[in-house]
């Protein structure tokens, strides 16, 4: 697949429609930025979320920073950035359903042909066993801490996981066009691992062994093997796995 036909699909994926904003889904406090014509905005938002959840995130560009921690909340701290008229047409949308909290950083209330998306940073904390489901285009995204299996698709994004403790059957499944991919998982991490890549280099501290490869990838135990699976694909970006 072209880098072009990449963009173009990653982008549908983003447009895609999502609820109505409510009154309560977020609770902005503006503020002009000193000498610039691009305005800030920040939302903080807190909800209850049993162990075992799962947070969808739907983003552009900005920063992306989730951390795993105890008890049952989600803390959502996000720092939107654009001109005033692009931050009243597109709004951050925090929705839950459940056991499952959504966040679109770019929810339209008025369709825009220019200017459709707002520069978001997060800081997100979310219970240690939570699931994660991310899309990004250009945002780096950090996870540290967080213990249940992971989907994280961007197309220019690096993308870092650091996790102390990860069970058998655990999921981890990584899409990145042009970024690179860290990460860093204990000794006990394994599973079964599908690497795939045009130009991308691998390197692990963990033990791989190959059950097949070719050119561009290859499939293979990770310490030994087990019931999860390691999903990590890259066009030109390189894949570390460290202690």
């Known amino acids: 697949m072209t880098r072009s036909v990449f963009a173009l699909i990653f982008a549908l994926v983003l447009a895609a429609p999502a609820p ?14 000193e000498g610039a014509q691009t305005n800030t905005e920040t939302v903080d938002k807190t909800l209850t979320m049993q162990p075992g959840g799962t947070l969808r995130l ?12 105890s008890g049952d909340q989600v803390v959502i701290h996000a720092v939107r950035r654009g001109k005033q008229d692009r931050l009243d047409d597109i709004k951050l949308e925090i929705t839950q359903s459940g056991n499952t909290v959504e966040v679109d950083a770019n929810h339209r209330l ?4 220019n200017d459709n998306v707002v520069e978001t940073d997060f800081e997100i904390q979310v219970p240690a066993r939570t699931r994660l489901d991310i899309k990004t ?26 996790a102390s403790q ?11 066009f042009s970024g690179d991919v860290h990460l860093r998982l204990p000794d ?11 130009s991308g280099r691998f390197e692990s501290d963990l033990p791989v062994t190959l ?10 135990a990770l310490n030994g093997g087990g019931s999860g699976d390691f999903r990590l694909k890259t066009f030109s970006g390189s894949v570390s796995i460290r202690r």
């Open 211 to 220: 059950t097949n490869s070719s050119r561009r990838n290859f499939r293979g």
């Open 20 to 33: 109505a904003l409510s009154a309560a889904s977020v609770a902005p406090r503006p503020g002009r930025v």
């Open 137 to 162: 285009f250009s945002a780096p995204v950090t996870v540290i801490g967080v213990s249940e299996s992971q989907k994280i698709d961007g197309f220019s994004s690096d993308i870092r996981v650091e």
């Open 188 to 198: 006990s991490a394994k599973g079964e691992i599908d690497f795939n890549s045009f």
């Open 110 to 113: 008025v369709e825009r042909r």
């Open 58 to 69: 739907k983003t552009f560009s900005g920063r992306v920073r989730i951390t795993g921690g």
């Open 166 to 176: 990860w069970g058998d059957g655990n999921n981890l499944d990584i899409n990145t």
